[in-house]
């Protein structure tokens, strides 16, 4: 069992050239669980007893304040969630809860800096990997700052479709009602700002999108690369929604 977790995550650049012996005491050191949709995880505030990682499933982070509440991450397989604050020992900064039938593994955070005292390649990565998070985070702060919502959305659907290698289609990875959360705008204005796009070369049909003129949505956006990335050699860590899925 602990070989097959093992297996699961082995993949994440958190642990790429870690050493075994590593990577099998904090998987015995962790717990497997699963959890069904709308659980919440961990809240804000909190001590960080955990480093998650998402092996199946989606996990969304969020924020809360004055009664108001914003999406500030979703996170799909396999993949980490809130490193920073289990290396630190610091109380979570966002809440987090399964958006399905999600299974996570749950490793003590005492046991994770245990590892980076004793192993000195994963304390690499996992600098290389709170590095990414901040540096993905600038990026979204400027883009909330520095794009009016149509170039907001416009850069983010393209940087979707670069993803997929240009592609002309594409399905998006999550909820319009979260995709808009996460970029600072209500439900109401993200769906006008989709609906304007038509006329800039994007066609919106449900959560499919349709990039009919390449070159004069491209205008719209301007994409940057010290704006949208990405870094060379970056791992998912940085990436704060899923990728899309090609429209087939």
Known sequence: ????????????????????????????????????????????????DFLHIVVEGMVELYAGANQREAT????????????????????YLMSARTLQRSRVLLIPSADLRAAIASDNRFAMNVMNELAGCYRSMVRHAKNLKLRNTRERVAAYLLRQSRLLGNAPGFILPVEKRLLASYMGMTPENLSRALKSLAEDGCKIDGQRIIITDRVKFEALAALSPWLDGPDPEASQAGVSLPLPEADR
């Open 1 to 48: 069992m602990i070989e097959t977790i093992a297996d699961d995550v082995r993949d994440l650049q958190l642990f790429e050239g870690v050493q075994d012996a590593t990577i099998l005491k904090l998987m015995r050191a962790g717990y497997d669980q699963s959890f069904p949709p709308y659980v919440t995880l961990i809240k804000e505030g909190t001590p960080a």
């Open 72 to 91: 500030m991450a979703v996170v799909r397989p396999v993949s980490t969630f809130i490193l920073a604050a289990s290396v630190r020992d610091a109380p």
